[in-house]
C-alpha cells in the first residue's frame, strides 16, 4: 500500500494519501487539495474516506474542497468538536484565515475498516482532548498527527491540552507497537517507533524530568 506525503499549508501539515490500485484514504488535509485531486485522477483511484486526527485549524484546512471534490466520507474524532468554535479549532489564530465549514461524522475508535484499508484507531489524547493515531499493522505505519513527531513531541499549551495526558499517550498507545513501526507525523520527517522510544527527549526511555512539548 503506498502511502503519499502533501505538505499542505500556511504551517506545511503533512497530509498522506494511502492507496491501491483502486480507492484511497486521506488523513488530515491541512490545505489546498490540488495536487492530491491531481494525483487521484491521474491514477483513477476512489477517495472514500477523509480521516482527521485532530481538530486544529492546520489539519482542516483543505478538507471541504476535498469533500465537495469528491464526496468522500469525513471522519473527526467527536471529543475535539469543542474546539470547532476556538481559534484554533476554526481557524483565525495569528491572522491566518478561517477554516471553510464541512460535515463530519464521528471517528470510531478501535478496529475499523475504511474502503479497502483495515486499520485501528487509537486513542492518543494529550495534543488535544481526542486526538488519536491511526496504525495500520499490515504496513507497520502508524499516522500520529501532532502526537508525536521527530524527536519531539506535540505542544500542549492550547486550550484542551494535556502535557502529562500526551505522555502517557505516547508511552502506552504508540511506544508498545512494533519498533520497526514507521511513524507519519503531522509535520517534519518520518521516523520509527524504536528510534523515538530511544532518543526522543520528551518522551523516550532517556526523557528529562519535567519535559514539555515542542
Known sequence: MPIVTFALGPLETNCYL???TTQAVAVDVGGDPADMLDFLRERGLMLTHILITHQHFDHLYGVA???QATGA?????????CLRASSVGRGGQWGLPLVPDFAAEPLPLGEQRFGAFAMQVLETPG???????????EEKAVFTGDALFYRSVGRTDFPGGDAAQLIRSIRTRL?????????FPGHGPETRVGDERAGNPYCGDFAMPGAAGA
Open 65 to 67: 474542497a476535498l469533500q
Open 127 to 137: 495534543h488535544t482532548p481526542g486526538s488519536v493515531s491511526l496504525y495500520v499493522q
Open 175 to 183: 511506544f508498545t507497537l512494533p519498533e520497526d513501526t514507521r511513524v
Open 18 to 20: 494511502l492507496h491501491d
Open 73 to 81: 466520507q469525513t471522519l473527526a474524532p467527536a471529543a475535539d468538536d
